[in-house]
């Protein structure tokens, strides 16, 4: 099991930053692929960024160039810095653990809400 609890979200306006974090308790965070993901009203759930045990990184494209996605082993931690933000990126974002060699083994935080202003 792993428990996952998010932190940094609020308000900001159009082009400013903010920083997410996310910190896991349980067993074997190290080996977890964690991801963030987001909700925006009326719309599905998708990925935002996600991180490999080993420091791989993937984006969606409408953050690529924006976000940075890390983590810290030591600290059960996985942090996205985001820039330059943008109306659009106004949404729930949640934070994700999946297991690397059985992904339908995934545990979610509760969200924490990014709202960004024009």
Known sequence: ???LVESGGGLVQAGGSLR???AASGSRFSIYVM???RQAPGKQRELVARISSTGSTNYADSVKGRFTISRENAKDTVNLQM???KPE???VY???AAHPLAPQIEFWGQG???TVSS
Do not use: F, K
Request: hydrophobic share 30%; charged share 5%.
């Open 1 to 3: 099991q792993v428990q």
């Open 20 to 22: 997410l974090s996310c």
């Open 35 to 37: 991801g963030w993901y």
């Open 83 to 85: 820039n330059s933000l």
């Open 89 to 91: 990126d106004t949404a």
């Open 94 to 96: 949640y934070c994700n």
């Open 112 to 114: 924490t809400q990014v």
